[in-house]
């Protein structure tokens, strides 16, 4: 990812990406052609900050006790525009993954 970024690697979304990226093919720019990599983003630096030599060790004890599998009820299609003063992000539409049946 970089070194100003922080994230957690989450497995088990390789499908959803793939089905996603077929959904949206004739939407907007062509997605890059690299690896899919699911992660959650914990820390994302501004400018030329290196988070990678930050004191990670308390950071990594702390993130090594979070539980690491959750049910997933609904994601979420957000926009992220790059701006000088950061990133803004605007949900676009969320869907829910429950089945019918659920009731939800």
């Known amino acids: 990812m970089g070194p100003g970024l922080v994230v957690w690697p ?3 979304l390789d499908d959803l990406a793939r089905a996603l990226q077929r ?5 907007g720019k062509p997605a890059p ?6 992660h959650v983003t914990l820390a994302r630096a501004r ?3 290196d988070l990678r030599r930050t ?3 308390h950071a990594g004890r702390l993130l ?3 539980e690491r599998s ?10 992220s ?9 605007t949900d676009l539409a969320t869907f829910s993954l429950a089945s019918p049946a659920a009731g939800g």
């Open 64 to 66: 090594a006790r979070l």
């Open 47 to 49: 400018g030329d900050a």
């Open 10 to 12: 989450v497995e088990g």
């Open 81 to 89: 525009q790059l701006r000088p003063g950061g990133s803004v992000y």
């Open 23 to 27: 959904a949206t093919a004739e939407i």
């Open 70 to 79: 959750w049910p997933v009820g609904s994601f979420a299609l957000v926009e």
């Open 33 to 38: 052609h690299r690896p899919f990599h699911g």
């Open 55 to 57: 004191d990670l060790g």
